[in-house]
C-alpha cells in the first residue's frame, strides 16, 4: 500500500537554528513528492515540488530514493516559518492532484 | 481572479442524514478535487472531477459522491452520515494541460456529526 509517514507532530526550534522536517514514503513507481504549508488561518498552500529542485523561502527537499525519504531542510529557521507542514506524494505523476498527504508536522519557531 | 469558495463554513448534521458541501472553483480552473481532513490527520484524497465526470477517486465508500458542474463548480454529497464523518472537507481547483499546475485549495467545510 503506499504510504507517507511524517514521524513528528511537533518540532521546536530556536530562531536561527537549523531545521529539517522528516517524510518517508512507501511508493511503488517513481512518485512526484511535494511539501505543502498551512499557515495560522490561512490556507493550505503547495511549498515546493521534488522535480523543480527549487529553494523557496530558504527551504529545499531532496528526494533520497535509497532512503525513500523526502526531508525538508532551512539552513536557518525564521518566525514566520511556524507553520504546519505536510509531505505528499502524488498518485499521477506530474500533477498536484489526487495527493496522499502525511499526518503533517507542526513546526514552532521560537526566539 | 478570484480564489476557490466554500459554502457553508461548518455545519452540524445528525448520524443517518445527508449533507452537500459546495465548491466554486478559481477562475479558469476545470479539475477540483476533494478531501476530508479528520482532527490531527493530513487532508485525504476523496476523488477528483474533471470536464463534469470523476476522474480518480480515493478510498471513500459510494456514500461520497459527487458533480461538477458546466461552470466547473462541485457539489460533495455524504449519505448516511456517520460519527467519523465529522472533518474538514476541503475543495482544491487546479487548470489541467501540459506542464505543471498547481492546486489552489479552498478555506474548508467544518462539518461536525452527532
Known amino acids: 500500500a503506499q504510504r507517507v509517514t511524517q514521524p513528528e507532530k511537533l518540532l521546536s526550534v530556536f530562531k536561527g537554528a537549523p531545521v529539517e522536517l522528516k517524510c518517508n514514503y512507501s511508493?511503488?513507481?517513481?512518485?512526484?513528492l511535494f511539501w505543502y504549508v498551512q499557515y495560522s488561518r490561512q490556507r493550505l498552500q503547495l511549498l515546493l515540488r521534488?522535480?523543480s529542485r527549487e529553494s523557496i523561502k530558504g527551504f529545499t527537499a531532496d528526494l533520497n530514493k535509497g532512503e525513500t525519504s523526502f526531508h525538508l531542510k532551512k539552513p536557518f529557521a525564521q518566525e514566520e516559518d511556524s507553520a504546519m507542514y505536510y509531505c505528499?506524494?502524488?498518485?499521477?505523476?506530474?500533477?498536484?492532484?489526487?495527493?496522499?498527504f502525511g499526518t503533517g508536522t507542526r513546526l514552532q519557531v521560537t526566539l | 481572479e478570484t480564489g476557490v469558495t466554500q459554502s457553508p463554513t461548518h455545519l452540524i448534521k445528525t448520524r443517518g442524514q445527508q449533507v452537500t458541501l459546495r465548491c466554486s472553483s478559481q477562475s479558469g480552473h476545470n479539475t477540483v478535487s476533494w478531501y476530508q481532513q479528520a482532527l490531527g490527520q493530513g487532508p485525504q484524497f476523496i476523488f477528483q472531477y474533471y470536464r463534469e465526470e470523476e476522474n480518480g477517486r480515493g478510498n471513500f465508500p459510494p456514500r461520497f459522491s459527487g458533480l461538477q458542474f458546466p461552470n466547473y463548480s462541485s457539489e460533495l454529497n455524504v449519505n448516511a452520515l456517520e460519527l467519523d464523518d465529522s472533518a474538514l472537507y476541503l475543495c482544491?481547483?487546479?487548470?489541467?494541460?501540459?506542464?505543471?499546475?498547481?492546486?489552489?485549495f479552498g478555506p474548508g467545510t467544518r462539518l461536525t456529526v452527532t
Open positions: 505528499a506524494p502524488a498518485r499521477v505523476p506530474g500533477t498536484a492532484s489526487k495527493l496522499t
Open positions: 482544491a481547483s487546479r487548470s489541467s494541460g501540459q506542464g505543471f499546475h498547481e492546486q489552489y
Open positions: 521534488h522535480i
Open positions: 511508493y511503488s513507481g517513481s512518485p512526484e
